[in-house]
Nanobody, 115 residues
Framework: QVELVESGGGLVQAGGSLRLSCAPSGSMYSINFMGWYRQAPGKQRELVAAITSDGSTNFANSVKGRFTISRDNAQNTVTLQMNSLMPEDTAVYYC?????????WGQGTQVTVSS
């Protein structure tokens, strides 16, 4: 079974930047959706950003203008660049990759933004 390998979380001061990356540990074909979700304590998991196979992107209103998402189709890697981070961005961030058959989730990576 394919697992997702996430990297790049950590602790940063408000106004700083972090980059999250995600890639499958094995082969995963025809990925048509790559996204990042986050879940803060006591809150529901929410979509942060997503990119589809044709390059279309979607962002949560709260991160528009601060976060960008990109994908490397050759490596099946998705990267979330987070700039101008705010304390309210603190959460566990999860990668999600989908093709026509499977939806695979990463284990989550903690992002903590101090004020």
């Amino acid at each position: 079974q394919v697992e997702l390998v996430e990297s790049g979380g950590g602790l940063v001061q408000a106004g700083g930047s972090l980059r999250l990356s995600c890639a499958p540990s094995g082969s995963m074909y025809s990925i048509n959706f790559m996204g990042w979700y986050r879940q803060a304590p006591g809150k529901q998991r929410e979509l942060v950003a997503a990119i589809t196979s044709d390059g279309s992107t979607n962002f949560a209103n709260s991160v528009k203008g601060r976060f960008t998402i990109s994908r490397d189709n050759a490596q099946n890697t998705v990267t979330l660049q987070m700039n101008s981070l705010m304390p309210e961005d603190t959460a566990v961030y999860y990668c999600n990759l989908r093709n026509g058959l499977f939806s695979v989730w990463g284990q989550g990576t903690q992002v903590t933004v101090s004020s």
